[in-house]
């Protein structure tokens, strides 16, 4: 069964770097599949963040692209989030996902989430 | 085309069927893919593709598709169906995920 769990902190301050881990069992990224990052602030909805395929090729959401950064490391089975010059509107729920077999946006396997908040 | 657009929400009497839509350019040359979310926890898939279920979801749900509308379809809704719903896709470059706004069904 595939299984994604996200970690990193809870807690960022404003201008500083969010940085969030998403770790893999079950299946290894080396695989295959363009694995995802979505974020959903509080009280509304999805927003697609970004995803990385094993090889290190990204696609980005074009309004949060300056920003953002995601790394895959196949050896921890693991692919990272680094987000740039936080504000409080980043502050939201933050999901890693596996898309589905047949689609690389659409996705079916994702972790539990974890919040961040940005505050000083 | 970078925008899907959802009604923000839509009630139904218990047992009866409603339909959900997602408005978007995108959706003229690709399926809108939909989404399950319950209070605090993931979203879950519920049909992606034409009109595909994964394994799990009951065959109550279905999707459909005309010009730049999709459309997720509860026949019978039941309580447990009383969720926000998201529809995605992607856009017109093919290269960035693109979602609704969601809908907040409410099973009366």
């Known amino acids: 069964q595939v299984q994604l769990q996200e970690s990193g902190p809870g807690l960022v301050k404003p201008s500083e770097t969010l940085s969030l881990t998403c770790t893999v069992s079950?299946?290894?990224?080396?695989?295959?599949?363009?694995w995802g990052w979505i974020r959903q602030p509080p009280g509304k909805g999805l927003e697609w963040i970004g995803s990385?395929?094993?090889?290190?090729?990204?696609y980005y959401n074009p309004s949060l692209k300056s920003r953002v950064t995601i790394s895959v490391d196949t050896s921890k089975n693991q692919f990272s989030l680094k987000l740039s010059s936080v504000t409080a509107a980043d502050t939201a729920v933050y999901y890693c996902a596996r898309p589905h077999r047949t689609g690389w946006y659409y996705f079916d396997y994702w972790g539990q989430g974890t919040l961040v908040t940005v505050s000083s | 085309s970078s925008e899907l657009t959802q009604d923000p929400a839509v009630s139904v009497a218990l047992g009866q069927t409603v339909r959900i839509t997602c408005q978007g350019e995108?959706?003229?040359?690709?399926?809108a893919s939909w989404s399950q979310q319950k209070p605090g926890q993931a979203p879950v898939l519920v049909i992606y593709?034409?009109?595909n279920r994964p394994s799990g979801v009951p065959d109550r749900f279905s999707g459909s598709s005309s010009g730049n509308t999709g459309s997720l379809t509860i026949t019978g809704a039941q309580a447990e169906d009383e969720a926000d719903y998201y529809c995605n896709s992607r856009d017109s470059s093919g290269n960035h995920v693109l979602f609704g706004g969601g809908t907040k069904l409410t099973v009366l």
């Open positions: 593709g034409k009109n």
């Open positions: 079950g299946y290894s990224i080396s695989s295959g599949y363009y």
């Open positions: 995108s959706l003229r040359s690709d399926y």
């Open positions: 990385i395929y094993h090889s290190g090729s990204t």
